[in-house]
């Protein structure tokens, strides 16, 4: 994080939630660096390993009865890493919520191929199908608008290292538009290709800047590239 405030002391490590890096603490925010493979929300199937959960437990420091819990402020996909920012009351929440489009969210992925143009705009209204996947449509009508902001970092001859500005956060935006490219995220199941022999969904939150709820202070939060996306390049 760039711009500092005052933390909270950390909770012994037996309270520390498994799949989750805090990165800052205070009364209203508590913000994460979550791992891949880990759900932010519960589903039908899974309840309890989710950072919602994991967190909620951190929160009440072992200790059930506690009122203490964390509210969800934005979602990241189940196979993602990177920062997510959740709420510490109601207040929090409502704040961070009507703001967050106003926000700046940076993201870095691996895509299979190398892109003609190696800076740009991809823009597209995204609307949603009985299977609950995301796809581009021409009617503003029909669907809702999606811009992504693009600067390829590195290259080789089968897969281009990405920055991304999110500029609007639609469900699955990133995966949508490069796949619809041509040019999928490296690991993606869902709009990607098969991929044999990778290991996890080449997606990373990277960066995000907010106004804090309370001091409307500036606060920029901060991860690196995971290791692995390097490794993708360079195989």
């Known amino acids: 994080m760039r711009e500092s405030q005052k933390s909270f002391k950390s909770p012994p ?40 959960y994991l967190l909620n ?13 964390v509210f969800i402020v934005h979602r990241l996909d189940r196979d993602a890493s990177g920062i997510i920012v959740f709420a510490k009351n109601e207040n929090a ?13 940076k993201y870095y992925a691996v895509v299979h191929g190398t892109l003609p ?22 009617d503003p009508e029909k669907g809702k608008l999606a811009k992504t902001g693009f600067k390829v970092l590195r290259e080789s001859k ?11 956060g639609r469900k699955n935006q990133i995966r949508v538009h490069f796949s619809e490219k041509g040019f999928p995220v490296a690991g993606d ?26 001091t409307k202070e500036k606060m920029t939060f901060e991860t690196k590239i995971p290791t692995y996306f390097k490794t993708l390049i360079n195989s």
């Open 189 to 214: 199941k869902i709009y990607g290709e098969k991929d044999t022999g990778i290991k996890r969904l080449a997606l990373h939150a990277g960066s995000l800047t907010i106004l804090h709820p309370d």
């Open 13 to 52: 490590k037996r309270y520390q939630p498994r799949g989750l890096s805090i990165l800052y603490e205070d009364h209203d925010i508590l913000v994460v660096d979550k791992m891949s493979g880990l759900l932010t929300v519960s589903t039908e199937k899974v309840r309890e390993n989710t950072a919602y």
């Open 57 to 69: 437990t951190y929160v009440r420091k072992g200790n059930p009865k506690s009122r203490n819990r």
């Open 117 to 138: 143009k190696k800076e740009g705009v991809i823009t597209s209204y995204l609307a949603e199908n009985r299977a609950h996947k995301m796809y581009s449509v021409d």
């Open 158 to 168: 089968k897969y281009s290292l990405l920055e991304i500005d999110l500029f609007t």
């Open 93 to 105: 929440k409502r704040y961070l919520q009507k703001e967050w489009h106003g926000f700046t969210k």
